[in-house]
Nanobody, 123 residues
Framework: QVQLVESGGGLVQAGESLRLSCTSS?????MGWFRQAPGKEREGVSC????????YYAASVSGRFTASRDNAKKTAYLQMNSLKPEDTAIYYC???????????????????WGQGTQVTVSS
């Protein structure tokens, strides 16, 4: 059983940045970031392969968000720049059963989930 703990969420103004972190209790494969806004389905934001060599992003965040990882620290990151009010959501990290990503990610492809961290962007 792998436990994932997110941190780094908060309240920012539009145009500002946040960096989310996801620390794992064990070795993990591909890592994904998802978000869920009130009344909406959970959507895949990004995925980073086990070695950090491959990353994928949803069209809505491409060019603004950057996913990375430090396996020595068992931590994945999501750097979010130029934040918009529509980025407001609970953000979750998740670990996939495969070492590789398949696009930004579908929730059903991920085995372990963190508890989520709130990101709120004011206009």
């Amino acid at each position: 059983q792998v436990q994932l703990v997110e941190s780094g969420g908060g309240l920012v103004q539009a145009g500002e940045s946040l960096r989310l972190s996801c620390t794992s209790s064990g070795a993990t494969n591909a890592m994904g970031w998802f978000r869920q806004a009130p009344g909406k389905e959970r959507e895949g934001v990004s995925c980073v392969s086990w070695n950090g060599a491959a990353t994928y992003y949803a069209a809505s965040v491409s060019g603004r968000f950057t996913a990375s990882r430090d396996n020595a620290k068992k931590t994945a990151y999501l750097q979010m720049n130029s934040l918009k009010p529509e980025d407001t959501a609970i953000y979750y990290c998740a670990a996939r059963s495969s070492i590789w990503c398949s696009g930004p990610g579908s929730p059903q492809d991920f085995v372990y989930w963190g508890q989520g961290t709130q990101v709120t962007v004011s206009s």
